[in-house]
């Protein structure tokens, strides 16, 4: 049987990385944007990049420095430092998707973008897809995944 898109999907709006405006103090992916959307009703889109130590970050650049005041990839840290790392705009570190799945608890849709590791849309994927699959797994809000990487959505399913 075909899974089937959740109807919310078609009901809600999708804030696009969270409801984010740095000025208020909430950036992209960040906790404080998931919050903000959650709190108008809006569904949830957010970027996911793999730690070194394979934790499904939500951020959505490969490297630090335009969402934070850190040079560097985000694959080569581990996720405690990447957690420490201070998303410009705000307080707050990168923030895992547990804690992202923890904070939208079901209240509205979220769509989890799979970013392509190696840039090439290869089939050099499989740890970020895990990853998630294990963050998921107990999850019970209606979820969906995308990739601009086919063979990420394939190795997820």
């Known amino acids: 049987m075909t899974p089937r898109?959740?109807?919310?999907?078609?009901s809600k709006a999708l804030a696009h990385?969270?409801?984010?405006?740095?000025?208020?103090?909430?950036p992209e992916n960040s906790r404080a944007a998931i919050q903000a959307a959650v709190s108008y009703g809006y569904g949830v889109e957010i970027d996911l990049q793999l730690s070194a130590d394979n934790h499904a970050m939500v951020f959505h650049d490969y490297e630090l420095n335009r969402l934070t005041n850190e040079a560097g990839f985000v694959r080569a840290r581990d996720a405690k430092q990447l957690s420490d790392v201070t998303l410009l705009g705000s307080t707050e570190g990168i923030?895992?998707?547990a804690e992202i799945l923890d904070l939208v608890a079901g209240l509205v849709p979220l769509l989890i973008?799979?970013?392509?590791?190696d840039g090439l849309m290869g089939r050099n994927v499989g740890p970020l897809e895990r990853a998630a699959a294990d963050a998921l797994r107990a999850y019970t809000g209606p979820y969906a995944v995308m990739s601009f990487n086919p063979n990420s959505v394939?190795?997820?399913?």
Not at 5 to 10: C, I, N, R
Not at 154 to 157: D, E, I, L, P, S
Request: negative net charge; hydrophobic residues 45%.
């Open 154 to 157: 394939a190795m997820f399913a």
């Open 95 to 97: 923030p895992d998707l």
């Open 5 to 10: 898109l959740h109807p919310d999907f078609l």
């Open 113 to 117: 973008e799979f970013k392509d590791q």
């Open 17 to 26: 990385r969270g409801l984010h405006d740095v000025a208020d103090g909430r």
